[in-house]
T-cell receptor
Framework: KNEVEQSPQNLTAQEGEFITINCSYS?????LHWLQQHPGGGIVSLFM???GKKKHGRLIATINIQEKHSSLHITASHPRDSAVYIC???????????FGKGTRLHILP | DAGITQSPRHKVTETGTPVTLRCHQT?????MYWYRQDPGHGLRLIHY???????DKGEVSDGYSVSRSKTEDFLLTLESATSSQTSVYFC??????????????FGEGSRLTVL
């Protein structure tokens, strides 16, 4: 069982829709990362958070430490948001950073 | 630009040959990681380093070794490449001030094909 679970695995939505991608993890963490990977492209860090909420443009990331859960929201989605979104956690117990399998998002014009 | 370069970016080799991938960074990151990315598996940790000569194993370390003799370079070696090691390899760097909670930066990936 992967220690970092993301849902959904795949998501197709219409342009303009509000998007939510979820990430849950099993043990205590020091930080959680959200990353973006465009098809055939590199990996870019979107957010790093250890509590509360962060916002950057149309992207919002929240984390609930007690529930061991984080969400990535995209408001007013656009076709250029089509990418794989990846959640990763830094564990308290060691220095490893473990990744979820990613959520493939496709926004239709 | 996070100053992370991977080399080579593409390599085709034959089963049984040794292969070394290099990750070079210019930002003095303490932590460096090697991942492989395969369809259906996402990014899986191979090895990581938390300082010069300090390394540890990840989830899929069998068949791989690493070395870090300088802060800026983290080498991944496949002693005897196998077809199951055909993959895209990513180097990541991050972590500041003695923690592992710094923002992550990635290299552009190295595509390795083992025939």
């Amino acid at each position: 069982k992967n220690e970092v679970e993301q849902s959904p695995q795949n998501l197709t939505a219409q342009e303009g829709e509000f998007i939510t991608i979820n990430c849950s993890y099993s043990v205590g963490i020091s930080a959680l990362h959200w990353l973006q990977q465009h098809p055939g492209g590199g990996i870019v860090s979107l957010f790093m958070l250890s509590s509360g909420k962060k916002k950057h443009g149309r992207l919002i990331a929240t984390i609930n430490i007690q529930e061991k859960h984080s969400s990535l929201h995209i408001t007013a989605s656009h076709p250029r948001d089509s990418a794989v979104y990846i959640c990763a956690v830094s564990y308290n117990r060691d220095d490893k950073i473990i990744f979820g399998k990613g959520t493939r998002l496709h926004i239709l014009p | 630009d996070a100053g992370i370069t991977q080399s080579p970016r593409h390599k085709v080799t034959e089963t049984g040959t040794p292969v070394t991938l290099r990750c070079h960074q210019t930002e003095n990151h303490r932590y460096m990681y090697w991942y492989r990315q395969d369809p259906g598996h996402g990014l899986r940790l191979i090895h990581y380093s938390y300082g010069v000569k300090d390394t540890d194993k990840g989830e899929v370390s069998d068949g791989y070794s690493v070395s870090r003799s300088k802060t800026e370079d983290f080498l991944l070696t496949l002693e005897s490449a196998t077809s199951s090691q055909t993959s895209v390899y990513f180097c990541a760097c991050g972590g500041y001030r003695g923690t592992n909670t710094g923002e992550l930066f990635f290299g552009e990936g190295s595509r390795l094909t083992v025939l």
